[in-house]
């Protein structure tokens, strides 16, 4: 092998390992949570199929907003994940991404943020800034409140929301259901995924309902989180008088989201990244594939 070709080799294995970290740094996997229903909201918003510049600026301001999202939350916790070892591993506190790189991370996906949401319409352009603002306030709120996974969902919940006026250049009261139904269904498993930090949470005076309430009371809270994420999605089928096909994929997440719950129990928490991830990301997209198909079909 040739000088030039081995050195092309290092430097294109160097350029992936550090997209990788990236990329593992603001867990891009996870786009698949609040994607599919903010495609949701677009399809209904839209009767039938967006068009084709309307779902990629919808695609690109979603990704870009968590992207901000993640990144700056990896900045503002570097040094309490530094000292919880599930996190030390962490991108920015192992070293694998410099400060100085996630800021630069931040600025671009902001910026991209703010571009998409001026290609939509004036008014998510305006709602961008508040958008922001709940962006970087979530980070912290588990410094003073239990209820930060609430402010979590909530924060997300702008996902279908956002969607619905990025199509129609409107607020519309009803598209408040499935945004309630994916602030519930955030917090409910954000609240199981936050058990694996119980101990060091308490122990170093961050706020989690676990923290506060304990594992079994914090199961039933994301039990109930979910039934009622249920009951809001079933409503926003009769609210916009979608078909059996959006109908078939509400009783599918109940079923999804009722196996979620059997995988996990104060007496057995190995399936819990199994219940956080796998559950909910089928669950969100099996709801956009019936919410398309009861327009395609």
Not at 15 to 25: G, Q, T
Not at 209 to 224: D, E, T
Not at 247 to 256: F, R
Request: a positive charge.
């Amino acid at each position: 092998m040739e000088i030039r070709e081995l050195r092309f080799i290092i430097v294109a294995s160097g350029i992936y390992e550090k997209i990788a970290n990236y990329l593992r740094m603001i867990k891009f996997s996870h786009s698949i949570f609040a994607l599919p229903f903010a495609l949701s909201s677009a399809f209904i918003a839209s009767k039938g199929i967006p068009s084709f510049e309307k779902f990629l600026w919808i695609i690109i301001a979603m990704v870009s907003a968590r992207t901000v999202a993640m990144a700056l939350n990896r900045i503002i916790d570097r040094h309490i994940d530094k000292l919880n070892p599930r996190t030390a591993s962490r991108e920015i506190p192992s070293g694998k991404v410099s400060l100085r790189d996630a800021l630069i991370l931040v600025f671009i996906s902001l910026v991209l943020f703010l571009f998409s949401a001026w290609m939509l319409n004036p008014l998510c352009f305006k709602l961008s800034f508040i958008a922001l603002v709940f962006i970087f306030f979530y980070s912290y709120t588990k410094r003073f409140t239990w209820a930060s996974h609430f402010f979590l969902g909530f924060t997300i919940s702008a996902a279908p929301v956002g969607a619905w006026i990025a199509i129609t250049g409107e607020f519309d009261s009803r598209i408040l259901l499935l945004g309630f139904s994916v602030m519930f269904w955030i917090a409910g498993f954000d609240i199981l995924y936050a058990i694996q930090d119980i101990e060091f949470d308490r122990s170093y005076g961050l706020y989690s309902i676990p923290a506060k309430f304990g594992i079994n009371k914090s199961l039933w809270f994301a039990r109930l989180c979910h039934i009622i994420t249920w009951l809001l999605l079933l409503l926003s089928g009769i609210v916009f008088h979608l078909n059996y096909f959006y109908y078939l994929g509400v009783g599918i997440a109940g079923l999804i989201l009722f196996y979620e719950h059997q995988l996990v129990s104060p007496n057995d928490l190995s399936k819990l990244n199994m219940a956080f991830f796998n559950m909910n990301g089928y669950l969100s997209v099996e709801i956009f594939i019936f919410t398309a198909l009861s327009f395609l079909i």
